[in-house]
């Protein structure tokens, strides 16, 4: 059964202020009733010393100090008896001739002691408060005094008290439910805000904003509740964009697989069934060859970039003449640039080196280079490097065709194409090389910067800090 915070609240304080005041007030009855018969014992032991020394001590107005102080103590509910040192009755006259004290209570009165009993039940016909002090001659007991006061005054008093006690009890109680349905009902409309949220953010809203102005524990829930909604709105982002980068990826690579997969089966299929003139097998099989290589560069590229994303790729850092480096790349790239009629240029200093991992920098080299001719036709392609103070920079630059401004951001996104008619090239047409060239700068501590204008050409500048 589904029960309510509010009569959960309401039951705890119940029980509370229930359990406290019923501890209360039976301390406090004790307390009182203890404090009470206390000075009521302190109050006959005063009378009782006092009818003693008076008594003695005027020996010629005994009966008429016992008839005075009987009318001074029946004035205040109080009897007193004198007795012998046998326990006779002395006064006044009564039909009981011997005093009511046990043998044991005789016993510490012939030892000098008096005897205090704060309710006595047994001996006399209503409960009593009593006292009784020995009058010692020497060491021998020879009489004394017993004082008798009803308590039914005395616990009156304590039922007066409880009263009271009750009505706290009673109004306390009322205020404990009051404040129960404020406070519950207050809190009750805080967590249906956070119900309310974390519904909005089950169904995929993450726009939630719950209030948290106050400064107690739910205010600081409410904080720790706003930046994990933002978070999750964040991440929630974050993976559409990389569910709709996998969709594209899934397409890309579909298309780029398809255009050389087409090919190779087409011409597979032509020369096995002799369609293809026998003077062309061979140029079919060039072909093929050719397209079989785009597929295995499309899957390296891939694994590359993949090692470089899970940090699966270890650089092998050596000491490397940049001179040398433009000179491979140079010359691996030479039937490329000449196919286009295009210059490519380098210029370093013999003696600058460069802290790196031979293979990368190459590959760097080859991809932004590569990249050049293809938006390049008649021009020149220039590698420069010069040193300063803090890094080593490295431009790559052309007079190509350039980049739209509104693309060069772009461009290191994987499969991206700023000219898709760049499919019809056989050398770097996936757009995957300048992903994996940012990729590989930042894994050596480098930044890579583009500057280019349409029309007049694009220069990359790589800077690699001084190691």
């Not at 499309?298 to 000491?319: A, F, T």
Request: hydrophobic letters at 40%; a negative charge.
């Amino acid at each position: 059964m589904k029960v309510k915070f509010f009569y959960k609240l309401l039951t705890s304080h119940i029980l509370i202020l229930f359990l406290a005041f019923l501890l209360l007030s039976v301390l406090f009855s004790h307390f009182v009733e203890s404090y009470i018969f206390e000075n009521r014992v302190e109050e006959l032991s005063e009378y009782g010393e006092q009818i003693l020394i008076d008594i003695t001590v005027r020996l010629d107005e005994t009966q008429e100090l016992l008839i005075k102080y009987s009318q001074l103590l029946e004035a205040r509910n109080i009897q007193y008896i004198l007795f012998d040192g046998k326990g006779n009755i002395i006064y006044p006259n009564i039909r009981d001739p011997i005093v009511k004290l046990s043998n044991a209570e005789w016993n510490q009165l012939s030892s000098g002691k008096q005897i205090s009993v704060s309710h006595d039940i047994k001996r006399f016909d209503q409960e009593v408060t009593l006292v009784a002090m020995p009058y010692m001659q020497g060491d021998r007991i020879s009489g004394g005094i017993l004082l008798l006061s009803p308590t039914s005054s005395s616990m009156q008093m304590v039922g007066q008290l409880n009263k009271y006690l009750i009505y706290t009890i009673g109004i306390s109680l009322s205020a404990a439910i009051f404040l129960s349905l404020f406070f519950s009902k207050n809190l009750s409309n805080r967590i249906k805000v956070f119900r309310n949220a974390t519904s909005m953010i089950s169904e995929g809203n993450y726009n939630v904003n719950v209030p948290d102005e106050s400064n107690d524990e739910l205010g600081n829930l409410a904080k720790d509740f706003n930046k994990m909604a933002n978070k999750l709105k964040v991440s929630n982002e974050e993976i559409d964009r990389l569910e709709n980068r996998r969709q594209k990826f899934l397409a890309d690579v579909s298309h780029e697989l398809r255009t050389p997969l087409t090919t190779i089966s087409g011409l597979a299929e032509g020369i096995k069934n002799e369609l293809i003139p026998e003077q062309e097998v061979e140029k079919g099989m060039t072909l093929i060859d050719r397209e079989a290589k785009r597929l295995i560069r499309l899957v390296n590229e891939n694994l590359d970039y993949e090692k470089i994303r899970s940090n699966q790729l270890h650089l092998n850092i050596m000491e490397i003449h940049v001179i040398e480096v433009f000179e491979v790349v140079s010359e691996q790239l030479l039937f490329q640039a000449e196919e286009k009629n295009n210059q490519i240029s380098i210029e370093a200093d013999d003696q600058l080196t460069l802290m790196a991992d031979y293979d990368r920098i190459v590959q760097i080299l080859v991809n932004i280079v590569k990249n050049s001719i293809q938006f390049t036709e008649n021009g020149w392609i220039s590698l420069r490097a010069v040193e300063s103070e803090e890094c080593i920079q490295i431009d790559i630059e052309d007079n190509g065709i350039g980049i739209d401004p509104k693309e060069v951001d772009w461009i290191w996104e994987r499969f991206y194409k700023a000219d898709t008619s760049r499919t019809n090239n056989y050398f770097g047409e996936f757009g995957i090389g300048l992903s994996i060239v940012k990729q590989l700068v930042e894994l050596h501590d480098g930044k890579i910067e583009v500057v280019s204008e349409q029309g007049k050409g694009t220069m990359f500048s790589l800077l690699f800090p001084k190691k």
